[in-house]
């Protein structure tokens, strides 16, 4: 397995308060992405990071924010969180360049997030 | 938008059977195609990945297909395992949509011993 993990594991939070889940990787891969799992609609990419301090948008950004000030961690903070944030929260890697170990994504164990 | 859908949504077979996953998209203008299994409560796992310039790619009981123009990629598992029982989840990384995957629905497998 890719040498990903994610902290914590588990976490039950009460809604309006601020969330900060952790991705750290042993790689020194480039790209890092944060997904969210939720019933019926599958894996959606929240943001990503195409280096040290440059991350972008996904599809379902609203409500979360992103830093990387290391090559090896990538944080994901729910602002304030809300109920409809209640999801398992991936991480995923992948090396820079053309190929197909360079292309392919690597995911973390997860995390189960509860906002009640 | 890129749609991606996966039939069936559930599957049982008996050990030892040959079987085909099905994934289609509707935008073909694709980067790359991914298949992963996902164990439950687990992460997921990348299985394959074929690049929209290959048709296939094989490792070990796993070959998966690609064909751009119709919008479709299976994956063939053969001589199943119950070990193989899991999610199998299709993603696909668009020409141009940087860096995201979209992801179908899963197909849930069951191999009964």
């Known amino acids: 397995d890719a040498g990903i993990t994610q902290s914590p594991r588990h976490k039950v939070t009460e809604t309006g308060t601020p969330v900060t889940l952790r991705c750290h990787q042993t790689?020194?891969?480039?790209?890092m992405y944060w997904y969210r799992q939720d019933p019926g609609h599958g894996l959606r990419l929240i943001h990503y990071?195409?280096?040290?301090?440059?991350?972008d948008k996904g599809e379902v950004s609203d409500g979360y924010s992103v830093s990387r000030s290391k090559t090896e961690d990538f944080l994901l903070t729910l602002e304030s969180a809300t109920s409809s944030q209640t999801s398992v929260y991936f991480c995923a890697i992948s090396p820079a360049g053309t190929g197909v170990y360079q292309e392919t994504q690597y995911f973390g164990p997860g995390t189960r997030l509860l906002v009640l | 938008k890129q749609e991606v859908t996966q039939i069936p949504a559930a599957l049982s077979v008996p050990e030892g059977e040959n079987l085909v996953l099905n994934c289609s998209f509707t935008?073909?203008?694709?980067?790359?195609l991914q298949w992963f299994r996902q164990d439950p409560g687990k992460g997921l796992t990348s299985l394959l990945l074929?690049?929209?310039?290959?048709r296939e790619q094989t490792s070990g009981r796993l070959n998966a297909s690609l064909d751009k123009s119709s919008g479709r990629s299976t994956l063939y598992i053969a001589a199943s395992q119950p070990g193989d029982s899991a999610t199998y989840l299709c993603?696909?990384?668009?020409?141009?949509?940087?860096?995201?995957?979209?992801f179908g629905k899963g197909t849930s497998l069951l191999v009964t011993p």
């Open positions: 993603a696909v990384r668009r020409s141009n949509s940087g860096y995201a995957l979209n």
């Open positions: 935008d073909s203008a694709i980067y790359n």
């Open positions: 990071s195409y280096g040290v301090k440059d991350t």
């Open positions: 074929i690049q929209s310039s290959q």
């Open positions: 790689e020194n891969h480039r790209y």
